[in-house]
């Protein structure tokens, strides 16, 4: 029985139309997985380790891991109470105030990078401030910092939003009938019941910080981040070069993906 | 506000009983951009009854529930507990309990937790707090399931454990917004069973909102009937039902025949005919002459017209031809006895329902609840035990002008026109 209904489930699927929609998409999942082979196939070739050991290359991570989680850590800390205006108030501007959140996301980075240079630059008034007190804006890990969170933030800002959205308000409204004010309600039952996507949203922001170019490139050229000591190396080396490079930079995000997966338990975080 | 006017809050509450009303509600509306939800709503609660707030879906309940809760600011009005307005205050500055229909127990924290978290708000230590959550546990008979996530509770089960999270801060108002709707009808009446119980035990002032005319009538001390955002009736349930004072009521709290009369003399006592047959209405006289004769099918007779041809000739002409004869004279005159053909019979199990046509009764535009064509005679459904009658059956209806309600017609109709209310 159960194999008469096996059998007749996947003569089901292969009904031409699914057949279509299997081929277009099975080109596509070739195009995502061809070059991530043929990439890791040159990997083979390259000494990883001898590259990633020399300083320029080591300065580079070094600033990448500074930098990306500081750009999460404001982006959440900064993010996650807009999310939660805006999956729960309305209020006059909120249209416009969403459009600026998704700015960044549909802005190229370089534009972006340029958007943010016509206020912190050299020689506008805050970046002039800023340099002559000593924290320059443009070319330093702040800079870096600055770029990252301009890109990376609208991520954890929209995850979070949705989440936020997903927790029925009576649980809130209950909470607040039980004696507990606004501020102990978001604690206690709307964060912890939006933490799956809150925790999908920093993920995904700190991702998109780690890898950032586009705008860190036009912000702080140096100091030398993963991505921009990439570009440098891919100049003057090519594609092998940037081989051990591109490697750390999957590694890192992997492995923070696996870390907060584990420690959050967020089944899986793009899905959420 | 100024201790004037709250003083003056509190005369004016304690005004018509001797103590402090547990909730008032006074002159509540509320208007969701041009719509009104709440129109000019007052109702009072006594420390320790049971109110159940009845009404159609879209009637204004969850509108004066959220209000009294403080999730609704009223557009106009005043809300006061114990005697002290909090109509402005935020919803965690007063003491009312909500259970909602959908579950809101928190689904990352334990039933114990759960029934903790008001406890937690209001300081109460450890200790007392490990107490109370017992307790309460207890009277909902769940005390078993302290360590166990809501997740794994069924739905009675979630419902008890809510209403022992809403009842362990020990609220001035327990409000209980549809509580049993989301549940299958045996589980619902085993629960409102239990809620009464637990209202008795606790004694804490509730309302008990449902769209429910059933559950309403069972739980309540008293009911409030809501519709299109005003209240249509207070009152206590057999009251109501027995004797509703308008037709919204009479339909809402349960079945209803309606025919349409008219008044002929209401100088000493009002007389109603429903055609050629008059009877006399103990009730004050309706403001219109166009009536509507409404009566519960438990109050009507049906009696074949071959077995009972005597008293259906005698009958005929009901209290017109009153001939005034001693004592059994106001019996006569309310006496009302009606000719027609049984058109079906239905088995509802304890007894028959017998739906008759009437031969001769003047017919009323009923609205789409009652399809009733415009030529068809009308019909009048009667209730009975053991009558063995079926359809096509010449029969006589009978019933008494002491259980009728007699509404003003185009009145009436101007007050519902138009209205897309459910009416059950």
């Not at chain 2, 219109?288 to 009507?300: G, I, N, Y």
Request: net charge negative; proline share 5%; with cysteine.
């Amino acid at each position: 029985m159960s194999l008469a209904t096996e059998t007749g489930r996947r003569q089901f699927d292969w009904v031409p139309e699914r057949l279509v929609a299997g081929l277009l998409g099975g080109l596509l999942v070739v195009g995502f997985a061809l070059p991530f082979v043929a990439f890791l196939w040159r990997a083979g070739s390259v000494t990883v380790w001898q590259t990633l050991a020399e300083p320029a290359t080591r300065t580079a991570i070094r600033n990448s891991l500074l930098t990306a989680p500081v750009a999460t850590a404001i982006a959440t800390t900064l993010g996650v109470p807009l999310a939660y205006i805006l999956a729960r108030a309305s209020f006059v501007g909120k249209r416009a105030v969403e459009a600026l959140v998704i700015l960044p996301l549909v802005v190229p980075p370089v534009v972006g990078g340029a958007l943010l240079l016509s206020v912190v630059g050299r020689f506008t008034p805050i970046g002039a401030a800023a340099a002559s007190a000593g924290v320059p804006l443009t070319d330093s890990l702040l800079g870096v910092i600055l770029a990252q969170t301009f890109v990376a933030a609208p991520f954890v800002v929209i995850t979070a939003r949705a989440g936020f959205a997903a927790v029925d308000e009576r649980l809130e409204q209950a909470s607040r009938s039980l004696g507990h004010g606004p501020i102990a309600t978001f604690t206690n039952v709307s964060l912890p019941l939006a933490r799956g996507a809150i925790v999908a949203g920093i993920v995904l922001t700190f991702a998109r910080a780690t890898g950032e170019f586009g705008a860190t490139m036009m912000v702080a050229y140096n100091p030398r981040t993963m991505p921009t000591q990439l570009w440098v190396a891919f100049i003057s080396g090519g594609i092998d070069a940037i081989v051990p490079l591109a490697l750390a930079l999957l590694a890192i995000t992997l492995a923070v993906l696996a870390l907060v997966r584990r420690v959050a338990r967020v089944p899986t975080v793009v899905d959420t | 506000m100024t201790s004037v006017e709250r003083a003056r809050d509190q005369a004016v509450a304690g005004r018509d009983s001797g103590e402090t009303p547990a909730l008032e509600v006074d002159g509540l509306s509320h208007r969701y951009g041009r719509t009104h939800a709440l129109d000019d709503v007052s109702i009072t609660v006594a420390p320790g009854e049971l109110i159940a707030l009845l009404g159609p879906s879209g009637c204004g309940k969850t509108t004066l529930v959220q209000a009294i809760a403080g999730h609704v600011r009223p557009t106009a009005g005043r809300i006061a507990l114990r005697g002290t307005a909090v109509t402005a205050a935020a919803p965690e500055s007063r003491d009312v309990g909500v259970v909602f229909q959908q579950s809101t127990l928190y689904p990352h924290m334990t039933v114990a937790e759960n029934v903790a978290y008001g406890l937690a708000a209001q300081g109460v230590v450890d200790e007392q707090r490990e107490e109370r959550v017992r307790r309460y546990l207890e009277l909902v008979e769940l005390a078993h399931l302290r360590a166990a996530s809501p997740d794994a509770l069924s739905g009675g089960q979630a419902r008890r454990v809510e209403l022992a999270r809403a009842l362990a801060p020990e609220p001035d108002v327990l409000v209980l917004d549809e509580p049993l709707s989301a549940l299958d009808r045996r589980l619902r009446v085993r629960l409102r069973d239990e809620i009464a119980r637990i209202q008795r035990t606790t004694g804490v002032t509730t309302l008990f909102v449902t769209h429910d005319q059933a559950d309403a009538m069972a739980v309540a001390d008293r009911l409030v009937v809501l519709h299109d955002g005003a209240v249509a009736a207070t009152g206590t349930p057999r009251t109501l039902y027995e004797s509703p004072p308008n037709r919204f009521t009479a339909r809402f709290l349960g079945r209803s025949n309606e025919l349409a009369g008219h008044v002929v003399d209401d100088t000493d006592r009002v007389r109603v005919a429903i055609g050629e047959t008059r009877f006399v209405v103990p009730e004050t006289a309706p403001e219109t002459d166009q009536v509507l004769v409404h009566v519960r099918p438990e109050a009507v007779r049906v009696v074949s017209e071959r077995a009972d041809d005597d008293d259906g000739t005698t009958d005929r002409n009901g209290g017109d031809h009153d001939t005034g004869g001693g004592g059994s004279t106001g019996d006569r005159d309310t006496a009302v006895s009606l000719g027609g053909t049984v058109a079906r019979v239905a088995d509802a199990g304890s007894r028959y329902d017998v739906h008759v046509s009437l031969d001769s009764a003047a017919s009323v535009d009923t609205d789409d609840e009652t399809p009733q064509e415009a030529d068809s005679p009308p019909t009048v459904t009667a209730e009975c035990t053991t009558c063995g009658l079926a359809a096509g059956d010449r029969v006589r209806v009978a019933f008494d002008g002491h259980d009728v309600s007699v509404f003003p017609l185009s009145a009436d109709r101007v007050g519902s026109g138009g209205e897309g209310d459910p009416v059950r």
